[in-house]
């Protein structure tokens, strides 16, 4: 089929990526023509495993094509997928104003039936405002230009697998035209036994929502658990472990640790909650679950003060600053928000990442930013574990110890088995767990 895909962030590119590996003929664009001769040139704007070998091959195919036109990707089209932004107002609300505009474009390119496909999240009833664009937009083309949604749930660093090995498909439409389309499109996951969930748009666009405001609560579930476990001397990892054994919990999003960030649980909590309010329902859970995640950094400067006293003087080193593992991504960090409140409290602060040192430094001009773990930890008086790259388990924790001035470890990720800490004569603070203090410094 022809796709033409409005959009190359992390959504879009990576639904150029995977539309083109199922065999559909897709054109990418984006209005920032910089982006748009970096991705032609093979190479994604952010970091995401695999995908820029992935363009490469796709284009090299001649399936994958990129413009600064959105005219050329919409021309012909079969379906659209609109991939573009939704920001967050200083209210909290999703600004919708990109997703607007990029269907007016399609309207206003259509050459005939065509579906725009919403990927972006959305409040529950844009898709009907999208409708009714198009109606107004092209009368001529009544009944031909349909809107579905199809949100997508793919992860920042295992996007690809995520896009191509989907567990569910899910797809919000209101005319069975639309609907055959899209089966059509997905043909190549179903037939390789991917569940297809079809119903109505509002639907899908709450399920969407839905979907990530419940995983955020599991998140901040378990770091209200922590909270408590560091009071009364419990540990959360097994209770988590406790918890997911039971089918109907499920161990995954039960990581206690410094809390959530990226561009999607915070902003689509605050936008969901927005969303229930301006329809008359406080859904003031969704509140707490903000507010807990906030609790978790707050929590590791107190942890800090408890074993340093005063921070002023105090050297830092932060390890990982994207917020999660695989991305070069530092939107809503938490160890960025980690930094900027111990610079604040007067602290020099040192951060090391093996991809987003740069964007950090960029976000954060303050933070000095190596290139090089154990140079990170030279002469600090803590180390921050933030994000949990996998290469993090596999320090040379002596080396690291001897690089310190002060021999504190606190783990915002659980990374460590607190036996090794010990060994290597490190104060260590997990999360949610007992401290361990190594033999001497006990003594
Ligand atoms: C999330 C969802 O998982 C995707 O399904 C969804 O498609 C995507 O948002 C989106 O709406 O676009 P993503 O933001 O890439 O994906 O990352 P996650 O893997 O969900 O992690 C989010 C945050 O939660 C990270 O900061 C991570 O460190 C944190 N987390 C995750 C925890 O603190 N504990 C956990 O147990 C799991």
């Known amino acids: 089929m022809r796709v033409g895909v409005i959009g190359t962030g992390h959504v879009g590119l990576v639904s150029c990526a995977s539309l083109a590996l199922m065999g559909h003929q897709v054109v990418g664009c984006d209005s920032d023509p910089e982006k748009i001769s970096l991705i032609r040139s093979g190479v994604a704007p952010f970091y995401e495993p695999g995908l820029d070998d992935c363009l490469r091959d796709e284009m090299a195919s001649g399936r994958l094509t990129f413009t600064s036109d959105v005219q050329e990707a919409v021309r012909g089209a ?11 107002r200083a209210s909290g609300e999703a600004n919708l104003l990109a997703i607007e505009q990029a269907v007016r474009q399609f309207a206003r390119y ?3 039936p065509a579906i725009a496909v919403a990927k972006s999240t959305v409040p529950a009833g844009t898709a009907g405002r999208v409708q009714r664009v198009l109606l107004l937009e092209r009368p001529d083309l009544a009944g031909q230009l349909d809107v579905v949604s199809n949100p997508e749930f793919l992860r920042e660093g295992t996007a ?10 899910l797809v919000g439409a209101s005319s069975p035209r639309a609907l055959e389309t899209m089966r059509r499109l997905y043909e190549p996951l179903l037939n390789h036994g991917c569940k297809l969930i079809e119903t109505d748009i509002r639907t899908a666009e709450l399920a969407k929502h839905a979907c990530n405001a419940f995983l955020a609560l599991k998140i901040s579930y378990v770091n209200a658990l922590a909270r408590l476990c560091e009071k009364v001397g419990a540990d959360v990892v097994t209770i988590a472990d406790v918890m997911g054994a039971d089918a109907r919990i499920g161990r995954a999003f039960l990581n206690a640790g410094l809390g959530f960030g990226g561009y999607c649980f915070p902003k689509d909590i605050q936008a969901f909650e927005r969303l229930a309010a301006g329809l008359g329902y406080e859904f003031t859970l969704l509140r707490e679950v903000a507010r807990i995640n906030e609790e978790a950094v707050a929590a590791t400067i107190e942890k800090m003060r408890g074993v340093l006293w005063n921070l002023e003087d105090k050297r830092i080193a932060l390890f990982g600053l994207s917020f999660k593992p695989g991305t070069d991504d530092i939107r809503f960090a938490p160890a960025l928000a980690l930094a900027r409140r111990l610079i604040e409290d007067g602290a020099s602060v040192v951060g090391y990442d093996p991809q987003a040192g740069p964007n950090a430094k960029e976000e954060l001009p303050e ?9 990170a930890a030279v002469k600090c008086h803590a180390v921050v574990i933030c994000t949990e790259w996998p290469e993090f388990r596999s320090l040379d924790l002596v080396r690291l110890r001897n690089a310190l ?3 504190l470890v606190i783990d915002g990720r659980n990374l460590f088995d607190p036996s090794d800490m010990r060994a290597a004569g490190l104060l260590y603070y997990p999360t949610g767990r007992p401290p361990v203090e190594p033999d001497d410094l006990a003594s």
């Not at 933070?367 to 140079?375: A, G, K, N, R, S």
């Open 110 to 112: 259509a050459t005939g």
């Open 405 to 407: 001035i002060f021999p």
């Open 367 to 375: 933070l000095e930013v190596v290139l090089d773990p154990y140079e």
């Open 78 to 88: 079969e379906v659209v997928f609109i991939c573009v932004g939704t920001p967050p």
């Open 160 to 169: 690809l697998e995520d896009a191509l090995h989907p567990d569910r498909i």
